[in-house]
Each structure stands twice: as structure tokens, then as C-alpha cells.
């Protein structure tokens, strides 16, 4: 069962690249999502699909953009990279927004 | 603004142990409260979602209680296990058009043998 695939697992980066994270879901949901974690601060939505065709903004989405490219992928590209967007990216799915959400095992970024 | 809020950030307990592990939430308008599990270096992984409508969910050796009024989930582990070991984090779906999930910052449990 592959769930929530997220690529790569690690990324360093310097400041100022440019950097496009991966993301496939094979169970069919309708809504994708993006979240950073960090110590301290928990789990922040950048940005989310609810459904194929829409994208819109969480709490975080300074320095990100986003492509549904289908109804299984959800990307975000970080298009000049700054050391504050060093996190653990997570990717998550869920059937509708308000029903169950099923993470990747997340990118790990380091931005030096 | 929602807040969800975990007390304690960290809890050992010795294998064998009933354990509770709270979660509080500032706006009762939620539409759900689901509870994850985090491994080290890992995503997390869904336990239990309570809909705003109901009292409580079990699934194992693990039951969520939610009270809407007070702000209140909780978490129970029945006779945890060192496999138990986790961060367990609390995330409210508030109501409104976007029904985002606001998560707390987790309670790191250790279970010792």
C-alpha cells in the first residue's frame, strides 16, 4: 500500500535555488495538502487542493507555490530558496476536506 | 482564530500503564478532532477521528473522548506497550468553507519496559 509518496526524502539546498517537492497519492482522494513542521511552531498548512482544478492558501504560503497537476499530484516549488524555509515538508491527502488526512513520510530541507 | 493546545509536551510512563493524554481546543464550532501518531523521522499516521456529533471512538486499546462544550478531546491508551513510544498529536477541523486542520504540537510519550 503506497499511500502518500513524497519526493526526494532529503534536499540541501543554497540560498536563492529553486526547488520543486513531489507528490502522488494512489487512493483516489479528492484533497491534497502541504504542511511544514518545525520544533516549536507544529504542523503549518502552506497550501491546499480541495478538489482537482483549485488551490488556495493556508496559514503559511509566503516563498511557495503549488500545481495540482492531477487529480494523484500535488506539488510545491520553493522558487528562491531562504534558510527560514528549512523544515520537514509534509504531504497529505485526505477523500474530502473534514474527513480523515493520510501523510507521507515527508521531505527533509535544509537551505544553508 | 482556533488553538489547540497539549498537556503535557512529554510523559514516561512504565510499561503496563492506563494512560491519558489531553488535548484542548479554543473554538467549539469544530466539525471534527482527529488524533495522529508520529514516529521519529516519520509522516503521521491517523488513530481515531471523532465527528463533532459524537461522544467518543475506540479502536483497540485506544479511546478518544470529545467535549464540545468545554473545549475538550482526550486520549486513552489501555495497558501501553513500549511500542506505544510516539509523539501523539491532536488536530481540530474547524467549520467554515475551508475546513482546515489545526493541529497542537504533540505530547511525546515514552512507554519504558
Known amino acids: 500500500n503506497a499511500g502518500v509518496t513524497q519526493t526526494p526524502k532529503f534536499q540541501v539546498l543554497k540560498t536563492g535555488q529553486s526547488m520543486t517537492l513531489q507528490c502522488a497519492q494512489d487512493?483516489?482522494?479528492?484533497?491534497m495538502y502541504w504542511y511544514r513542521q518545525d520544533p516549536g511552531m507544529g504542523l503549518r498548512l502552506i497550501y491546499y487542493?480541495?478538489?482537482?482544478?483549485?488551490?488556495d492558501k493556508g496559514e503559511v504560503p509566503n516563498g511557495y507555490n503549488v500545481s495540482r497537476l492531477n487529480k494523484r499530484e500535488f506539488s510545491l516549488r520553493l522558487e528562491s530558496a531562504a534558510p527560514s524555509q528549512t523544515s520537514v515538508y509534509f504531504c497529505?491527502?485526505?477523500?474530502?476536506?473534514?474527513?480523515?488526512?493520510?501523510f507521507g513520510d515527508g521531505t527533509r530541507l535544509s537551505i544553508l | 482564530k482556533q488553538e489547540v493546545t497539549q498537556i503535557p509536551a512529554a510523559l514516561s510512563v512504565p510499561e503496563g500503564e492506563n494512560l491519558v493524554l489531553n488535548c484542548s481546543f479554543t473554538?467549539?464550532?469544530?466539525?471534527?478532532l482527529q488524533w495522529f501518531r508520529q514516529d521519529p523521522g516519520k509522516g503521521l499516521t491517523s488513530l481515531l477521528l471523532?465527528?463533532?456529533?459524537?461522544r467518543e471512538q475506540t479502536s483497540g486499546r485506544l479511546n478518544a473522548s470529545l467535549d464540545k462544550s468545554s473545549g475538550r478531546s482526550t486520549l486513552y491508551i489501555a495497558a501501553s506497550q513500549p511500542g506505544d513510544s510516539a509523539t501523539y498529536l491532536c488536530?481540530?477541523?474547524?467549520?467554515?468553507?475551508?475546513?482546515?486542520?489545526?493541529f497542537g504540537k504533540g505530547t511525546l510519550l515514552t512507554v519504558n519496559p
Open positions: 497529505a491527502s485526505s477523500a474530502g476536506t473534514g474527513r480523515p488526512q493520510h
Open positions: 487512493m483516489n482522494h479528492n484533497s
Open positions: 487542493s480541495a478538489s482537482e482544478g483549485t488551490t
Open positions: 473554538d467549539s464550532a469544530i466539525y471534527n
Open positions: 471523532i465527528q463533532s456529533s459524537q
Open positions: 488536530a481540530a477541523y474547524s467549520g467554515g468553507s475551508n475546513y482546515k486542520l489545526t
